[in-house]
């Protein structure tokens, strides 16, 4: 059974910073490209990053230079490193999994909110 279960959500103040976690299991992690998603209400879900499973990562420019994603094969875990946190990045954010369009995978989502 395939799970991917996010983790490091939270409230925090503009400027801040969080990590997200996303741990896999039920899939060979290493063959999967990962990337991090968000919807905020009343607006479509979103890409926010993505990672290959070489490790070429990808970003659009809302969030590039603020967020990274990297992944640790081993672990079977990626994660979203978000800096200086603004309140246009409150979200729930969401973890997929992709190889192709049978395999296709999400999280059930963490909560971000930036507020003061």
């Known amino acids: 059974q395939v799970q991917l279960v996010e983790s490091g959500g939270g409230l925090v103040q503009p400027g801040g910073s969080l990590r997200l976690s996303c741990a896999a299991s039920?899939?060979?992690?290493?063959?999967?490209?990962m990337r991090w998603y968000r919807q905020a209400p009343g607006k479509q879900r979103e890409l926010v990053a993505v990672i290959s499973r070489g490790g070429v990562t990808n970003y659009p420019e809302s969030v590039k230079g603020r967020f990274t994603i990297y992944r640790d094969n081993d672990k079977r875990t990626v994660y979203l490193q978000m800096n200086s946190l603004k309140p246009e990045d409150t979200a729930v954010y969401y973890c997929?999994?992709?190889?192709?369009?049978?395999?296709?995978?999400w999280g059930p989502g963490t909560q971000v909110t930036v507020s003061s």
């Open positions: 997929n999994a992709n190889m192709d369009p049978r395999y296709d995978y």
């Open positions: 039920g899939i060979s992690f290493s063959i999967y490209a």
